[in-house]
């Protein structure tokens, strides 16, 4: 069984930074996709970054030009890059990996809490 831990999560004033990543239990090349997505009380899970296993990225309108997802294939993990904070990406962030493209994400870590204050 696969398992995802997330890390770096944690309070930041607005305009700063936080550097997120995900560990996984096995080697990345075996899921199709990774990526990132966020949930506040009350609201759906959005995508933030996915990246496939080919390098390809794509990214949520809400964080174009702010957020980087990244891998590093040798230690398994997958980094989300946050620059220029803002309050309304307060959430939690969680990572997520697929085995097939063109299905539902199959694994989640537990999450991990972002606060932008103003």
């Known amino acids: 069984q696969v398992q995802l831990v997330e890390s770096g999560g944690g309070l930041v004033q607005a305009g700063g930074s936080l550097r997120l990543s995900c560990k996984a239990s096995?080697?990345?090349?075996?899921?199709?996709?990774m990526g990132w997505y966020r949930q506040a009380p009350g609201k759906l899970r959005d995508l933030v970054a996915a990246?496939?296993?080919?390098?390809?990225?794509d990214y949520g309108d809400f964080v174009k030009g702010r957020f980087t997802i990244s891998r590093a294939n040798a230690e398994n993990t997958v980094t989300l890059q946050m620059n220029n904070l803002k309050p309304e990406d307060t959430a939690v962030y969680y990572c997520a990996a697929k085995t097939r493209f063109g299905r539902p994400y199959d694994y989640w870590g537990q999450g991990t809490q972002v606060t932008v204050s103003s």
């Open positions: 096995r080697s990345i090349f075996s899921f199709s996709a």
């Open positions: 990246i496939t296993s080919a390098g390809i990225t």
